[in-house]
C-alpha cells in the first residue's frame, strides 16, 4: 500500500509527498493520555512536531483550554487550527498536513478520543475516525494517517485522506507512519516491527527478549532512533537503517544506569538528535545518519525548549514567540559512536572539504590472516563473500570484509546517472596488494525492483576523490540470488541497479537487451531519453561496445596501432584495447572506423572476443564453414576472410538471420548490436 501505487483497500493512485516526518516526545502516561515530559508542566507552548517550515504545537487559550497552532516559517503566518473547549493531544505534522487526537463531543471521564486533520493549506478540519474508541498517537505522511486503539495489545488503523479508506492494520502499538512505511512498538513482546504499505509485508526489526524492551522510538522512513532499556533500568541509544535488509542496529552509546528518559529525540532526513547523561550533565548529542558517527552539540539555556529538527537546523525557543535554532551541517571532527569503527584514514580538518571520504563500519566484519594458499571471508550467513585464490597475496596478509557505507549518501556513477543500493556496502581491506583478483559474492534482497531486474544488477566500487561509484562486474546467473565480480584492491563495493529507460524501446523486440546492456554501462543512448535503434553502428563504435563489455582497459600507446586512428581520436583508446586483444586487425594499416559495420565483419570481431577470453579456446574451430552456413540461402556470399566466424557466430546462435538469409553485407542497426552483444555477455558467463 505504498502511495502512489494500488493498495489492497483502495484502487486509488495517489502523488508521493516527499516531505519528511519526526515524532517529538510522544509518551503513554499510565491513564492512557499522552504527554510530551519535558515541557508538561510548562503553561505556554507544548507538544511541538516540526515538518521542513510547518510546525504545530498546543498552546492554552484565554480559557486555559489548549487549541492546536500551526506555523509556516516561511511567511511567518501562524493559524489556531482548533476553537473548541474539548481537550487535544498529540499533534503531528508532515508537510501541509496536521493531525492531531481530541476529546471531541467525548466526555472527558471518557477514555475515547477522535482522530482529527487539517489541510493547512485549505484550513479545512476532518474527523477522521468512523467509530468511536480509545484512539491516540496520529501520525501522517501527507497522504494517510495511522493511529491505534489502546485496548487489549493494541490496533492500529490506517486512514487515507484522498478517499477516506480506512483499514485494519492488526496487533501494534505507537506506530509512526513515514514514506509508506509504519514502524510500530510490538504488541506482545519490547522489541519494534515494520509494515510496508504497498506490498503489505511485515519484518521484524528489532527483537528483544527477557526484561529488555524499546522505551520510544523516532523513525524518518529510512532510519529508526530508539532508546533501549533492560530489567536493571539500564538504557542506551541505538540506530538501525530500515531500507538495508542486511543492516543491524548500531550502538550510538553504551549501555548504562540512570540517564534522561525520553527527554528528547527527533529525527530528519540527514540528522537525528537525542538527549543524553554525559558524566552527570545532560548534553544533546547529534547523529549523522550517513556515517553514524555522533558528537555533542553546544549546550542550549537552560529552560529552552527543543522543538525537533527542520532541513539542517535543530529548532528551540527560550520564548514561545521567537525560535531559535543550531546549526547540524557545521562543520566540526566527529566522534565515532561506540560500537562503530572507522576505517583507516585522516579524519576531516574543521572548516575543511576531506579529500577521501571515509566509510565506518556498521555492522558485521570477518577478519583473518590469508596465506599464500588462499581462503574464504563471510559475513552474516554468506550474505557477503569473498573468495581469495591461491596466490592473491604472497604471504600472510590481513584481510578483512565488513559491513560499512561512505560518509556521502550521493549514490552516482561516473557518468553522474542514479544508482540504487540492493542492501548494504561492503569494505573490503588488505594490507598487502592484491597480485591476483578475487571473487567477491553479494547477496540481494529477494525483492523488487532486484528480482525481476536480476540481470541489471552489478557490483560497484566507491571511489570518495570523486564520489562516484564505478562499475566492475555482475554475474547472477552463476548463483541464485548473488551478483559476483572480480576486485583486484581494497574498497568499498555495493551491489546496485542503475536503471537505464528509453522511450522508444518499449515493446522493442530488443528492449531487454538494450536495458541490461545500459544498467551496466555498456551502451547509451542518444540523448538520454532515446536509444535509436534504427541508426547504424560504425566500426569504432562497435569496438567501444566489445571493450566494455569486455571490461578492457583503454589503452593509449605512443605510436598508433593504425594510421587513420590517432591519439586525437575519440575512439583510439578503445581501438588500441581492442588491437592488443587481437579482436581488431584493421587492413593495410588503416582501421576505418566511421566505416559502418557490416553483419559479418560484427560476426567477426565477437568470435575473436570470444577467443580472447579463452573460456573457450578451440571451439570457434569446431564448426566447418560450409556445414555452418548451409542453412542459409545466400551463406555463400560470404567473404572468405569472415566464413568460419559468420559460421561460428550463427552455430552458437549469437546472430539470427532473417528468414533465411544472413546478410552478410548489410549494415549493422544498434538494436542488431545490442543484441549480440547481449547474448556475447550469456555466452560467456558475464551476465
Request: proline residues 5%.
Amino acid at each position: 500500500m505504498r502511495f502512489g501505487r494500488k493498495r489492497k483497500f483502495s484502487q486509488t493512485i495517489v502523488a508521493v509527498v516527499a516531505a519528511v516526518s519526526m515524532l517529538v516526545g510522544l509518551l503513554p502516561s499510565a491513564g492512557g493520555t499522552m504527554q510530551v515530559s519535558a515541557a508538561a508542566a510548562d503553561p505556554g507552548r507544548t507538544d511541538y512536531s516540526v515538518s521542513g517550515e510547518r510546525l504545530v504545537w498546543l498552546e492554552a487559550d484565554s480559557g486555559g483550554v489548549k487549541q492546536v497552532h500551526a506555523l509556516n516559517q516561511t511567511n511567518g503566518a501562524s493559524t489556531v487550527l482548533t476553537s473548541s473547549s474539548s481537550a487535544k493531544d498529540a499533534p503531528y505534522v508532515d508537510g501541509t498536513v496536521a493531525v492531531w487526537a481530541d476529546k471531541g463531543s467525548e466526555a472527558e471521564s471518557s477514555l475515547n478520543w477522535d482522530i482529527y486533520s487539517a489541510d493547512l493549506v485549505t484550513g479545512t478540519k476532518t474527523k477522521l475516525n468512523k467509530q468511536s474508541g480509545q484512539y491516540g498517537n496520529p501520525t501522517t505522511d501527507g497522504v494517510g494517517v495511522v493511529w491505534y486503539e489502546r485496548k487489549n495489545y493494541g490496533s492500529m488503523i490506517y486512514h487515507e485522506l484522498a478517499t477516506g479508506v480506512e483499514a485494519d492494520l492488526g496487533e501494534g502499538r505507537f506506530p509512526v507512519l513515514a514514506d509508506g512505511n509504519v514502524v510500530y512498538k510490538n504488541a506482545r513482546d519490547g522489541g519494534l516491527s515494520l509494515l510496508n504499505l504497498s506490498s503489505g509485508v511485515r519484518r521484524a526489526l528489532v527483537s528483544l527478549g527477557g526484561a529488555n524492551f524499546v522505551d520510544w522510538f523516532v523513525f524518518n522512513g529510512s532510519h529508526v532512533l530508539f532508546k533501549q532499556t533492560n530489567g536493571a533500568s539500564e538504557s542506551k541509544y541505538v540506530l538501525l537503517n530500515i531500507k538495508d535488509l542486511t543492516a543491524q542496529p548500531v550502538d550510538l552509546t553504551e549501555l548504562k544506569a540512570g540517564g534522561t528518559q525520553y527527554a528528547f529525540m527527533s529525527i530528519a532526513k540527514g540528522h537525528a538528535v537525542f538527549q543524553d547523561e554525559v558524566d552527570g550533565k545532560t548534553t544533546l548529542q547529534q547523529v549523522n545518519l550517513s556515517t553514524y558517527a555522533v558528537q555533542s552539540l553546544p549546550a542550549i539555556e537552560a529552560g529552552a525548549k527543543l522543538i525537533g529538527i527542520s532541513g539542517d537546523k535543530l529548532l528551540y525557543s527560550k520564548k514561545d514567540d521567537y525560535i531559535e535554532s543550531l546549526d547540524l551541517k557545521k562543520d566540526t571532527t566527529p566522534t565515532p559512536s561506540p560500537g562503530t569503527t572507522p576505517s583507516p584514514g585522516t579524519a576531516p580538518n574543521p572548516g575543511s572539504t576531506p579529500e577521501v571520504t571515509v566509510p565506518v563500519v556498521t555492522g558485521a566484519k570477518d577478519s583473518q590472516s590469508i596465506g599464500s594458499a588462499g581462503g574464504t571471508l563471510s559475513v552474516m550467513d554468506g550474505w557477503a563473500r569473498l573468495e581469495i585464490s591461491a596466490g592473491t597475496f604472497p604471504e600472510n596478509t590481513k584481510v578483512s570484509l565488513a559491513q560499512a557505507e561512505p560518509e556521502t549518501a550521493v549514490l552516482l556513477d561516473q557518468s553522474g546517472k542514479k544508482l540504487q543500493k540492493a542492501g548494504s556496502a561492503w569494505q573490503v581491506q588488505a594490507s598487502a596488494p592484491f597480485q591476483i583478483p578475487a571473487k567477491l559474492a553479494v547477496r540481494y534482497p529477494k525483492e523488487e525492483p532486484w528480482t525481476s531486474g536480476r540481470e541489471k544488477l552489478g557490483i560497484y566500487s566507491y571511489d570518495p576523490a570523486k564520489s562516484a561509484w564505478t562499475y566492475i562486474g555482475g554475474v547472477t546467473a552463476a548463483e541464485d540470488g548473488y551478483v559476483q565480480a572480480k576486485i583486484t584492491a581494497s574498497g568499498l563495493y555495493a551491489v546496485m541497479l542503475r536503471q537505464a529507460d528509453f522511450k522508444d524501446m518499449s515493446g522493442h523486440w530488443a528492449q531487454q537487451a538494450v536495458e541490461v546492456l545500459a544498467a551496466r554501462g555498456i551502451v547509451d543512448g542518444m540523448n538520454g531519453t532515446t536509444f535509436a535503434p534504427k541508426g547504424i553502428l560504425t566500426r569504432a563504435e562497435f569496438t567501444k561496445l566489445l571493450t566494455a563489455a569486455l571490461q578492457l582497459k583503454p589503452i593509449q600507446p605512443e605510436t598508433p596501432t593504425f594510421r587513420d586512428v590517432t591519439a586525437a581520436n575519440w575512439s583510439y583508446t578503445y581501438v588500441e584495447a581492442a588491437a592488443a586483444a587481437g579482436i581488431v586487425t584493421g587492413e593495410a594499416g588503416l582501421f576505418r572506423g566511421n566505416d559502418p559495420l557490416t553483419r559479418e565483419q560484427m560476426m567477426v570481431m565477437l568470435m575473436r572476443a570470444i577467443r580472447s577470453t579463452e573460456v573457450t579456446p578451440d571451439s570457434a574451430n569446431n564448426v566447418k564453414p560450409a556445414a555452418g552456413l548451409s542453412a542459409f540461402k545466400d551463406g555463400g556470399s560470404v567473404s572468405s576472410w569472415a566464413r568460419e566466424s559468420v559460421a561460428a557466430a550463427a552455430e552458437r546462435k549469437l546472430v539470427q538471420g532473417n528468414g533465411q538469409l544472413l546478410k552478410p553485407k548489410d549494415s549493422s542497426t544498434r538494436a542488431e548490436a545490442a543484441m549480440v552483444m547481449y547474448k556475447l555477455l550469456a555466452e560467456l558467463k558475464f551476465l
